[in-house]
């Protein structure tokens, strides 16, 4: 993985000044410890490019910058695609960029990734379709940037002592994840998924230029059906990145299968490329006594291939440890994600794991619009009230803040439907826009523990898929098609939780499946303990710590997103009811937010810091060593404050 910088500053003093604050502040923010610590300069332009790469992260590739001619190429990610050389990936990568225009790029290239050109007279870069790599710009009078980690940006605006957004934090508790482009660090922004940032170095303006691309088509321009050209190719383009994933790998794999319909058409994939052969066998995780392990090992029966069960024993929890564990993923996910979400400390090393995250592209994510038609304006002004589940399902926050989120959430709906988007399409573009990008992405570009390769994330079938009416997403007819033309075997087998619709039930009875006419039938229950297990022994144990805790580090920054008085209830209040996952996951983001106002949290970096790091080219001029050691970097500390 990389983490880089791209800069143009106003003035020779200027880029000085940002360069002395990244060499002491900015290997402490990132969330990997460097194997190699790069620098490039076009001092007569006042630009500048700051890298570190970690190569180690499940033996993949081993370079992620490069110096070509007077250009600079970097990356971050896992991309991939036909031909790809997996032992040049920056030569492969800089043909592919150098011959293709961005929308032919976005197509080609597989995976999730990002990439910064920096070249003579410009730096661009551009993130894949879904914005699982996700890319930021900062724009200030003195200087312009561009990087794939917001504390980058804050470090070159503001040293050691980064300012951050009252509202961008508020949506932990709000929604469990973010919206907008507007982002924690003050004044930074998103770029979208599948856009293009630029900077020119020769004006004197310091603007970032951003080229919007999406899947929207409008309304009128939506195709009533899925026809036989379009299924054939959606399978086509599928099998075509299994193949281009399957060119990279030089050892087997293991592959997710759970009882939904994501990894079930993932394998239905597979079992049909050229990965089948690399497929060492089927793996599911869960709790003990897990409905998705039981199912898994029944699929995997079926098919013929070795099934492993990664049980997470049900074990004790110690609050002072899960605190620990809360302040690092704080600092490594950049307060951006319910810390629940992703349960992982520091790792020294990496596995890859091919799963079937993403397939939600092309079936409604939104669990409370599955139901919902939308025909008028006033319909989408009362859906996009909230989105996934209530909006503060604890009732702990301000009023204003609340009520700001519902208008934020409002103006992202209108503003697809002045666009002429179908009303009932807005909420699949609201995943892609913002859920893929501030959720998946911040998981997937800081975490290092588990490399996820997301095969179902193809843009050319993402566009046929929003190119027909929504109607084939609620029936979930793209995972139909996939499965019953590859493997309808796995078609007719019968789903955990669900089962298929109507239409598609229908659609199978004339193509001649027999397509199970129940849900899979386990032997478990699942429970609020299962799905979220740190969440609900928190809920359940937890809440007088959790009220010393709030008690300990409460500011006036949080006066200015919760409720005092209603915080205070929440943890005050015995025995009360579980108030479902999004309430449970809420007050483990309290506490996230709560420390993140007050600079409470834990440093902590993956990747091996016993290693010291190279410290490569013009980089030495910066560090004014060969080598970093971590306890160096380890002196380091930033501190958080609300604008």
Same mark, same amino acid.
């Given at each position: 993985?990389?983490?880089?910088?791209?800069?143009?500053?106003?003035?020779?003093?200027i880029?000085?000044?940002?360069?002395?604050?990244?060499?002491?502040?900015?290997?402490y923010?990132?969330?990997?410890?460097?194997?190699k610590?790069?620098?490039?300069?076009?001092?007569?332009?006042?630009?500048?490019? %700051?890298?570190?790469?970690?190569?180690? +992260?499940?033996?993949?590739?081993? &370079?992620?910058?490069?110096?070509?001619?007077?250009?600079?190429?970097?990356?971050?990610?896992?991309?991939?695609?036909?031909? $790809?050389?997996?032992?040049?990936?920056?030569?492969?990568?800089?043909?592919?960029i150098s011959t293709?225009?961005?929308?032919?790029?976005?197509?080609k290239?597989?995976?999730?990734?990002?990439? /910064?050109?920096?070249?003579k007279?410009? /730096?661009?870069?551009?993130?894949?379709?879904?914005?699982?790599?996700?890319?930021?710009?900062l724009?200030?009078?003195?200087?312009?940037?561009?990087?794939?980690?917001?504390?980058?940006? #804050?470090v070159?605006?503001?040293?050691?002592?980064?300012r951050?957004?009252?509202? =961008?934090?508020?949506?932990?508790?709000?929604?469990?994840s973010?919206? @907008?482009?507007?982002?924690?660090?003050? @004044?930074?922004?998103?770029?979208?998924p599948?856009?293009?940032?630029?900077?020119?170095?020769?004006?004197a303006?310091?603007?970032?230029?951003?080229?919007r691309?999406?899947?929207?088509?409008?309304?009128?321009?939506?195709? &009533?059906d899925?026809?036989?050209?379009? =299924?054939?190719?959606?399978?086509?383009?599928?099998?075509?990145?299994?193949?281009?994933l399957?060119?990279?790998?030089?050892?087997?794999?293991?592959?997710d299968i759970?009882g939904?319909?994501?990894s079930?058409?993932?394998?239905?994939?597979?079992?049909?490329?050229?990965?089948?052969k690399?497929?060492?066998?089927?793996?599911?995780?869960?709790?003990e006594? !897990?409905?998705?392990?039981?199912?898994?090992?029944?699929?995997?029966?079926?098919?013929?291939?070795?099934h492993?069960a990664?049980?997470?024993?049900?074990?004790?929890?110690?609050?002072?440890q899960?605190?620990?564990?809360?302040?690092?993923q704080?600092f490594?996910?950049e307060?951006?994600?319910?810390?629940?979400?992703?349960?992982? #400390?520091p790792s020294?090393r990496?596995?890859?794991?091919? =799963?079937? +995250?993403? @397939?939600?592209?092309?079936r409604?994510?939104?669990?409370?619009?599955?139901?919902?038609r939308?025909?008028?304006? +006033?319909?989408?002004?009362h859906?996009? =009230?909230?989105?996934? @589940?209530?909006?503060?399902?604890?009732?702990?926050q301000?009023?204003?803040?609340s009520?700001?989120?519902?208008?934020?959430?409002r103006?992202m709906?209108?503003?697809?439907?002045?666009?002429k988007?179908?009303?009932?399409?807005?909420?699949?573009?609201?995943?892609?826009?913002?859920?893929?990008?501030?959720?998946n992405?911040?998981?997937?570009?800081?975490?290092?523990?588990?490399?996820r390769?997301t095969?179902?994330?193809?843009y050319?079938?993402?566009k046929?898929?929003?190119?027909?009416?929504?109607?084939?997403?609620?029936?979930?007819?793209?995972?139909?098609?996939?499965? !019953?033309?590859?493997?309808?075997?796995?078609?007719?087998?019968?789903?955990?939780?669900?089962?298929?619709?109507?239409? *598609?039930?229908?659609?199978?009875?004339?193509?001649?499946l027999?397509?199970?006419?129940?849900? %899979?039938?386990?032997?478990?229950?699942?429970?609020?303990?299962?799905i *979220?297990? $740190?969440?609900? %022994?928190?809920?359940?144990?937890?809440?007088?710590?959790?009220?010393?805790?709030?008690?300990?580090?409460?500011?006036s920054?949080?006066?200015?997103? %919760?409720?005092?008085?209603?915080?205070?209830?929440?943890?005050?209040?015995? #025995?009360?009811?579980?108030?479902?996952v999004?309430?449970?996951?809420?007050l483990?983001?309290l $506490?996230t937010v709560?420390g993140?106002?007050?600079?409470?949290?834990?440093?902590?970096?993956?990747?091996?810091?016993?290693?010291?790091?190279?410290?490569?080219g013009n980089?030495?001029?910066l560090?004014?060593?060969?080598?970093? &050691?971590?306890?160096?970097?380890?002196?380091?500390k930033?501190?958080?404050h609300?604008?």
């Amino acid at each position: 993985m990389l983490k880089f910088i791209a800069v143009k500053a106003r003035n020779a003093a200027i880029a000085a000044e940002i360069k002395s604050k990244l060499s002491r502040f900015a290997v402490y923010a990132s969330s990997v410890w460097p194997n190699k610590i790069s620098f490039y300069e076009r001092p007569e332009l006042n630009a500048f490019l %700051f890298a570190i790469e970690n190569f180690s +992260s499940a033996g993949f590739y081993k &370079e992620y910058s490069r110096q070509i001619g007077n250009s600079v190429l970097v990356f971050d990610g896992l991309p991939y695609f036909a031909g $790809v050389n997996r032992k040049d990936i920056i030569g492969s990568l800089a043909y592919q960029i150098s011959t293709c225009q961005e929308d032919e790029l976005l197509e080609k290239i597989f995976g999730a990734w990002s990439f /910064c050109w920096f070249g003579k007279g410009r /730096c661009y870069a551009l993130s894949d379709f879904t914005g699982m790599a996700p890319i930021y710009s900062l724009e200030t009078p003195d200087f312009a940037a561009i990087s794939n980690r917001q504390l980058f940006l #804050g470090v070159a605006r503001d040293g050691n002592a980064i300012r951050l957004n009252a509202f =961008a934090a508020s949506w932990q508790t709000g929604q469990g994840s973010h919206f @907008g482009e507007s982002m924690l660090v003050d @004044g930074v922004r998103h770029i979208p998924p599948a856009a293009t940032a630029q900077i020119d170095f020769n004006g004197a303006d310091l603007i970032i230029k951003v080229k919007r691309r999406d899947l929207m088509t409008p309304a009128n321009e939506l195709a &009533e059906d899925v026809d036989e050209r379009d =299924a054939e190719g959606l399978v086509e383009s599928f099998v075509a990145q299994m193949n281009a994933l399957a060119g990279i790998l030089d050892s087997d794999v293991r592959l997710d299968i759970t009882g939904g319909l994501d990894s079930r058409t993932l394998a239905a994939i597979a079992l049909s490329s050229t990965l089948k052969k690399r497929i060492s066998h089927f793996q599911t995780s869960g709790p003990e006594g !897990s409905r998705e392990v039981e199912i898994g090992a029944h699929l995997a029966k079926k098919i013929g291939l070795e099934h492993t069960a990664r049980v997470q024993k049900k074990g004790s929890y110690d609050f002072d440890q899960m605190l620990r564990q809360i302040r690092i993923q704080t600092f490594k996910y950049e307060g951006m994600i319910c810390p629940t979400d992703a349960w992982a #400390g520091p790792s020294s090393r990496s596995d890859l794991t091919i =799963a079937g +995250s993403a @397939g939600e592209i092309y079936r409604r994510f939104c669990k409370p619009h599955v139901n919902v038609r939308l025909n008028t304006a +006033s319909d989408v002004f009362h859906t996009f =009230a909230s989105y996934q @589940g209530p909006l503060d399902p604890l009732k702990i926050q301000s009023e204003e803040i609340s009520a700001a989120q519902r208008d934020l959430l409002r103006s992202m709906a209108f503003q697809w439907l002045d666009r002429k988007a179908d009303a009932n399409d807005i909420s699949d573009l609201f995943y892609v826009r913002n859920r893929l990008p501030h959720w998946n992405g911040v998981i997937f570009n800081n975490l290092r523990a588990s490399v996820r390769v997301t095969p179902l994330a193809n843009y050319r079938a993402a566009k046929l898929a929003f190119r027909t009416k929504f109607d084939h997403r609620l029936q979930d007819r793209y995972h139909f098609e996939v499965m !019953s033309r590859l493997r309808p075997d796995l078609a007719c087998e019968p789903f955990l939780d669900n089962q298929w619709s109507d239409p *598609i039930r229908a659609l199978a009875a004339r193509r001649g499946l027999a397509v199970a006419e129940k849900q %899979f039938v386990s032997t478990s229950r699942k429970t609020l303990a299962d799905i *979220i297990p $740190v969440g609900w %022994f928190l809920w359940e144990n937890c809440r007088p710590q959790i009220s010393a805790y709030v008690e300990e580090h409460w500011n006036s920054a949080c006066d200015r997103i %919760f409720n005092r008085a209603a915080v205070q209830t929440i943890l005050d209040t015995e #025995g009360s009811r579980p108030p479902g996952v999004t309430g449970i996951k809420a007050l483990a983001s309290l $506490v996230t937010v709560v420390g993140l106002l007050s600079s409470d949290y834990q440093h902590g970096m993956d990747g091996d810091t016993s290693i010291p790091a190279n410290i490569v080219g013009n980089a030495r001029m910066l560090f004014d060593n060969e080598k970093l &050691e971590h306890r160096d970097v380890a002196k380091a500390k930033l501190s958080f404050h609300l604008n």
